[in-house]
């Protein structure tokens, strides 16, 4: 059994025994102690529930119960509330996140989209070499305004730093100790026959086999140029 104080219920049941005894008391001219004081005997400092009657100790033990229940519903509550606000402070993070990337990567996609339109738009630009009319000779102006026709825009510079240590736009350089060949030296120089017959000697011939190996080969003339400047050749 329980070792539970329960005063108020003790108090209350001396109360009323005391009330009866008063009017005993006062019928035979005995003294009389007032009610509080002979609760305060009975009960004293505390009272046990098994000193209770049974009704009485089923009354305390309810109350102790739904107490109990109460107080753990709320720490369940809280628990609860604040596992809540974790996930869902969670949550907000993961979704930024997830927008951060699909910015970047929404940017990225841009970026690349309008790099393929300007590389397209300087293809369309550019003139096929054989839009150029054959000539008896052709000076490095020459050549190298026919490059900057037939090369896109944004890789010119680094076409022409791969021809200006190959041949230094002599178009008939021909390397004596090997076959090589041309402005960008073909080895041999009759590969250059699949831009064109006249590749011995007409400079757009060569320019355009030069642009078709450096894209096939390097992706681009700056990635043949970024080669050649690790391995001095390409």
């Known amino acids: 059994?329980?070792?539970?104080?329960?005063?108020?219920?003790?108090?209350?049941?001396?109360?009323?025994?005391?009330?009866?005894?008063?009017?005993?008391?006062?019928?035979?001219?005995?003294?009389?102690?007032?009610?509080?004081?002979?609760?305060?005997?009975?009960?004293?400092?505390?009272?046990?529930?098994?000193d209770l009657p049974a009704g009485q100790q089923a009354q305390v033990q309810t109350a102790s119960l739904t107490q109990q229940a109460d107080s753990q519903a709320i720490a369940a509550d809280t628990t609860a509330k604040k596992d809540a606000e974790a996930a869902?402070?969670?949550?907000?993070a993961e979704n930024?996140?997830?927008?951060?990337?699909?910015?970047?990567?929404a940017e990225?996609?841009?970026?690349?989209?309008e790099k393929a339109r300007q590389e397209a738009a300087s293809r369309s630009a550019t003139r096929d070499p054989s839009?150029?009319?054959?000539?008896?000779?052709y000076s490095v102006a020459d050549i190298q305004a026919m490059a900057r026709q037939i090369v896109p825009a944004g890789q010119f510079q680094c076409f022409s730093a791969i021809v200006?240590?190959?041949?230094?736009?002599?178009?008939?350089?021909?390397?004596?100790?090997?076959?090589?060949?041309g402005l960008m030296q073909a080895l041999p120089g009759s590969k250059m026959s699949s831009a064109g017959a006249d590749w011995a000697t007409n400079p757009a011939t060569q320019i355009k086999w030069g642009l078709n190996y450096m894209e096939g080969r390097y992706g681009s003339p700056c990635g043949a140029w970024e080669f050649w400047q690790a391995n001095n050749w390409y």
Request: proline share 3%.
């Open 131 to 137: 839009s150029f009319a054959p000539q008896a000779s």
């Open 88 to 92: 869902a402070r969670k949550k907000a």
């Open 1 to 50: 059994m329980s070792r539970i104080s329960v005063r108020g219920f003790a108090v209350a049941s001396a109360t009323a025994v005391t009330t009866v005894g008063c009017v005993v008391g006062v019928a035979s001219g005995s003294t009389v102690q007032t009610p509080s004081e002979d609760a305060e005997a009975l009960v004293g400092d505390s009272t046990l529930l098994a």
């Open 164 to 181: 200006d240590h190959e041949s230094d736009w002599n178009y008939r350089a021909d390397n004596p100790t090997s076959d090589a060949y």
């Open 108 to 113: 990225q996609e841009a970026k690349e989209r």
């Open 96 to 105: 930024a996140v997830a927008k951060q990337k699909a910015a970047e990567k």
